[in-house]
């Protein structure tokens, strides 16, 4: 099984502060990675997948990058809408996982 | 637009069963691969299964798989799981969800909103 793991755990900013967040996969999953964002009470909604394409809706303001073993998401100027949790997610191989999460708060 | 509607999640005693089923809309609910994911309270994601189009091809992950049958009925627009001999585990928030392009394997979006299950004495 490919276990991903993500940094920081938390992180706390600003609205208007640029954050990268890091995921690491144990062995390569190539690009088929992805990321998704979870607000409170909410289901998990997709950014980026096959590591740098944006999902629908997303704004240029999103961006993802990586291959093989590590990823980066960023958001270039933080507005308090992505203010949630980020997981990463790969489909290289069954069984699919998820990342443990990150945590954005203010 | 899209929608993915769940429901039958509950309470229910260790090695009891429930059935959960998700009703699609605004789409082409045949033309797309479907999955289950769930969350357990506080805590991170798990893939729990998936199915293709056609449901020929299924998928379960290890912790489910004998236990848990995933079906769906493309005339009715639904997805369902049963779920049987339930541990106390497998309480979590369920989420149906819809792969992102038609006819094969890829990126799930969007998700419903999620039905509990709560295992419980």
């Known amino acids: 099984e490919v276990v991903l793991t993500q940094s920081p755990a938390t992180l706390s900013l600003s609205p208007g502060e640029r954050f990268t967040l890091s995921c690491r996969a144990s062995?390569?999953?190539?690009?088929?990675l992805a990321w998704y964002q979870q607000r409170p009470g909410q289901a998990p909604r997709l950014l980026m997948y096959?590591?740098?394409k944006r999902a629908t809706g997303i704004p240029a303001r999103v961006s993802g990058s990586g291959s093989g073993t590590d990823f980066t998401l960023t958001i270039s100027s933080l507005e308090p809408e992505d203010f949630a949790v980020y997981f990463c997610q790969q489909r290289y191989d069954w069984p699919f996982t998820f990342g443990p999460g990150t945590k954005v708060d203010i | 637009q899209v929608q993915l509607v769940e429901s039958g999640g509950g309470l229910v005693k260790p090695g009891g069963s429930l059935r959960l089923s998700c009703v699609a809309s605004?789409?082409?609910?045949?033309?797309?691969?479907m999955s289950w994911i769930r969350q357990a309270p506080g805590k991170g994601l798990e893939w729990v299964s998936y199915i293709s189009d056609s449901g020929t091809t299924i998928y379960y992950a290890d912790s489910v798989k004998g236990r848990f049958t995933l079906s769906r009925d493309n005339a009715r627009k639904t997805l369902f799981l049963q779920m049987n001999s339930l541990r106390v585990d497998d309480s979590a928030v369920y989420y149906c969800a819809k792969c992102i392009y038609r006819g094969d394997m890829d990126w799930f979006d969007p998700w419903g909103q999620g039905t509990r299950v709560t295992v419980s004495s």
């Open positions: 062995q390569s999953v190539s690009t088929y």
């Open positions: 096959n590591a740098s």
């Open positions: 605004g789409f082409t609910f045949s033309d797309f691969y």
